[in-house]
């Protein structure tokens, strides 16, 4: 049994009790209080929940948008029902039933009243429009409420996920994880003051845990979930009653002035290993809001919005769905006015991450201006696919015949590759290339449609740990080839032409729907020995001639800058590819330690940085690199570095660049 708000119905005045019974038939009956005597029930509904095992139902709601109920069952599944219908049949069986118990008429002629469920087989039996099978796991869901148009549903799985309604198909826009150790959420609680509350059990303890603080409001001693309880709050007092051991128990605590007050908002609780700016959003009455998103070692992204007058940094929201560090970020779309993937309605980009566990996470951000919330930003999350290579491993046939990969491999850096998703192909693919830590350059497929992440080539050649890499297209000379660049702990940089593999993976992703046996990159085009050691930054520039400047700063705090040109063989454009090393540039000791951010701003401008907390502008001339300025910073650690230019009003370029480490610092 369970009950619901009835639609369009005020409060207290009906509610809608839903009842499963055998063979998964789920009873919507329609309750009403009448003081005095007794409660008025009508069928409203008849619904058949799909088998399994324990079929029935743990949860329901009534969508605002009328005509749908949405409900969760024993075996973790969300399901839509329609609802219009039912009301249709209850309308015109009004004068089938009065009451709910008793007939129409004042005499039955019978000393018993028939029951409400004698008609029932007049009432069509209902089959969901839409089903998401074992969303929370095998252990049920256990709440689904609506607010702001968005469902929201939790389980005992220790998470919570947020959907949409579109046309009549529930989508998962992302799931979260609010707490470690919070293994069974049974609610969500809406404040006036915009925080999220969840309520759930932790061990034996109740447990009421702040998404906006990001701490345990309360942690009550009951003795575990398997019992009945309710929780209230409001401006004045909380209480929280629980039955134990058959005794009614009851927890009451007065509402007391918050005498802590944040100076500060944390944006992550260990260092920042990684850094991307969105883009720029333009809010009425505002100044332009810079938009980043920043991977840390405490396993969760922050897309946050940083403003250049206020200087502070508004968190916007988490992305929670990493199970160990976040080492790697990358764009796919440019972000800006007049660029594919800017609308009229704000930014919105495809933002990969990466990180320990061999583990990728896709989502689409959609962040626009909203003058009235806080931030002044809106930003939604819909989160599009995962990858982990275990879980790839376990889905590979005679397994048993090869060497299991590393469990404990951590992507270090991830690069789009650029122009993959063009009308040529036969679907929009997207491809993106992983540095691992186990000396493999990885390259997955997306199908955004799909929402399918998927292994499509890789290669050892390098033989050990894969730092960085950079992905680049050439497209001069009648011909278009996709190029990678990958630089390891050796101080090797290595540069590969992935456009067969590419092209491969794109014809056997089409033929296969999906899943295919990793392709072989082959071998590099060209290695550059352009270090003593670790190459920690690597960019790629090209320059107006068609040639491509690529800069590397290494371990040893030394700087290295080569120019390429590429140059495809005779006869047809594709038969072969060739680079050709024009100019090579070092400078030693450039910095006192670590070379972690190198950004080519112009063919003859390069911006370093490094762990020394010196920020160094040099010109690229004829005899070498000359240093022009130096600014030092005050984030410690450095970790990496973004740049991008901006048109002043007086058409003058002018660089911006944010650093992140133990910290983040915007210049």
């Not at 119905?9 to 063979?23: R, V």
């Not at 959907?163 to 069974?184: A, D, F, M, S």
């Not at 796919?332 to 993937?341: F, L, Q, R, V």
């Not at 990496?640 to 230019?645: G, I, P, R, T």
Request: aromatic fraction near 6%; charged fraction near 20%; include cysteine.
């Amino acid at each position: 049994l369970g009950w619901a708000p009835c639609p369009g119905q005020p409060p207290g005045a009906t509610t809608a009790l839903l009842a499963s019974g055998p063979d998964g038939e789920m009873l919507w009956l329609d309750v009403t209080h009448r003081p005095g005597q007794a409660p008025w029930v009508r069928l409203m509904g008849r619904y058949l929940l799909p088998p399994c095992k324990q079929r029935w139902h743990t949860c329901a709601a009534f969508l605002p948008q009328g005509g749908l109920l949405v409900c969760g069952d024993r075996r973790g599944s969300l399901l839509l029902f329609p609802c219009s219908s039912s009301l249709e049949w209850a309308v015109e069986s009004a004068g089938i039933a009065d009451g709910g118990t008793s007939l129409v008429g004042e005499d039955t002629g019978s000393g018993s009243e028939p029951s409400c469920l004698s008609h029932k087989g007049a009432l069509p039996l209902e089959a969901p429009l839409s089903m998401l099978f074992g969303l929370h796991g095998k252990m049920g869901v256990t709440s689904v409420t609506c607010h702001g148009g968005y469902i929201y549903s939790t389980g005992r799985d220790g998470c919570f996920h947020q959907l949409r309604l579109q046309g009549q198909q529930l989508e998962v826009l992302r799931k979260h994880r609010p707490c470690k150790g919070l293994q069974w959420i049974e609610e969500l609680r809406f404040t006036p003051d915009g925080d999220l509350l969840v309520l759930g059990f932790h061990a034996d303890d109740f447990v009421v845990w702040s998404s906006r603080t990001g701490e345990n409001l309360h942690c009550i001693p009951c003795g575990g979930g398997h019992r009945s309880w309710s929780y209230c709050s409001n401006a004045s007092a909380e209480a929280f009653a629980f039955v134990k051991c058959g005794d009614v128990m009851l927890y009451h605590r007065e509402a007391e002035p918050c005498e802590q007050q944040v100076l500060l908002e944390s944006l992550h609780g260990r260092e920042i290993a990684c850094v991307r700016r969105l883009g720029a959003v333009e809010v009425p009455g505002h100044a332009t809001l810079n938009i980043f998103v920043t991977g840390s070692e405490d396993t969760t992204a922050c897309v946050l919005a940083l403003s250049k007058c206020s200087r502070a940094a508004m968190p916007l929201t988490r992305l929670s769905d990493h199970i160990s560090s976040v080492r790697a970020l990358a764009l796919a779309s440019p972000a800006g006015p007049g660029d594919e993937g800017f609308g009229d309605e704000g930014l919105c980009t495809l933002l990969f991450s990466a990180g320990g566990r061999a583990q990728i996470e896709c989502y689409r951000l959609l962040c626009a201006g909203d003058p009235a919330s806080e931030s002044a930003v809106a930003c939604q999350v819909i989160h599009v696919a995962s990858h982990r290579l275990d879980k790839h491993w376990e889905r590979k046939k005679n397994r048993h015949k090869l060497v299991k990969m590393d469990p404990e491999t951590r992507y270090m850096s991830l690069s789009v590759v650029p122009g993959t998703s063009s009308e040529q192909l036969p679907a929009p693919w997207k491809f993106l290339a992983a540095a691992c830590s186990d000396g493999s350059v990885r390259v997955f497929g997306l199908l955004e449609a799909a929402r399918k992440l998927v292994l499509v080539a890789e290669s050892f050649h390098h033989q050990r740990c894969v730092l960085k890499v950079e992905a680049f297209l050439h497209t001069r000379a009648g011909g278009e080839r996709h190029l990678l660049c990958s630089a390891a702990t050796d101080g090797s940089v290595a540069f590969w032409d992935i456009t067969s593999p590419i092209t491969d993976a794109t014809d056997a992703l089409h033929r296969a729907e999906g899943e295919i046996q990793p392709l072989a990159l082959g071998t590099p085009l060209l290695t550059i020995m352009a270090h003593s050691c670790g190459v920690n930054s690597l960019h790629i520039r090209e320059t107006p001639e068609g040639q491509y400047l690529v800069a590397s700063g290494s371990d040893d705090g030394s700087i290295h800058i080569c120019l390429l040109e590429v140059a495809l063989g005779r006869g047809e454009a594709m038969a072969g590819t060739c680079l050709r090393v024009l100019e090579r540039v070092a400078r030693p000791c450039a910095h006192a330690a670590h070379v972690t951010g190198i950004r080519v701003l112009r063919p003859d401008l390069l911006l370093s940085a490094s762990v020394d907390q010196r920020l160094t502008l040099w010109r690229r001339g004829p005899g070498g690199l000359d240093a022009l300025s130096t600014t030092f910073f005050h984030v410690p650690d450095l970790a990496e570095l973004d740049c991008w230019e901006v048109a002043e009003a007086g058409g003058e370029l002018r660089y911006y660049c944010v650093l992140c480490g133990r910290g983040l610092e915007m210049l």
